[in-house]
């Protein structure tokens, strides 16, 4: 994969969103069934950046409302105990990753995309 920072990130890139998709849909599942819904909150972060990257025509996407529901949901789920605080904030960091580490690419700037260059 050309422009990739290195080969074991490209590996790991390929295998995570699947992962990442999975255990957004269980930290839901276990919120509600355990009554946390500082988690279901925090989970649907993920959900909500996914809905603004399908809604969104451009290449710059704005990650601060997902996160932001997402570290609202961790607050929220502190006050349920340590299993629960746990839970929403690895949501939260999964989120992080995917907005900060997946969604790059690892992409750099182009000389030959430059404005004025031919």
């Known amino acids: ?26 930290f ?11 988690v ?9 950046l996914f809905a603004m990257i399908s809604m969104k025509r451009s290449r710059r996407l704005n990650a601060a409302p997902a996160l932001a529901v ?8 502190a006050a349920d105990g340590v299993g629960a605080f746990v839970v ?3 949501a939260l960091v999964l989120l992080v990753a995917y ?5 790059r690419n690892g992409r750099t700037k182009s000389a030959a995309l ?3 260059s031919r």
Do not use: C, H
């Open 1 to 26: 994969m050309a422009g990739l920072e290195n080969d074991w990130q490209a590996k790991l890139k390929r295998v995570f969103i699947i992962p990442l998709m999975l255990a957004d849909i269980a």
């Open 28 to 38: 839901v599942v276990i919120g509600a069934v355990a009554g946390w819904w500082g």
């Open 40 to 48: 279901v909150l925090a989970a649907t972060g993920q959900f909500l």
């Open 70 to 77: 997402s570290l609202a949901g961790v607050v929220w789920a």
């Open 88 to 90: 929403a904030l690895l």
């Open 99 to 103: 907005a900060v580490w997946y969604s």
């Open 114 to 116: 430059a404005l004025g």
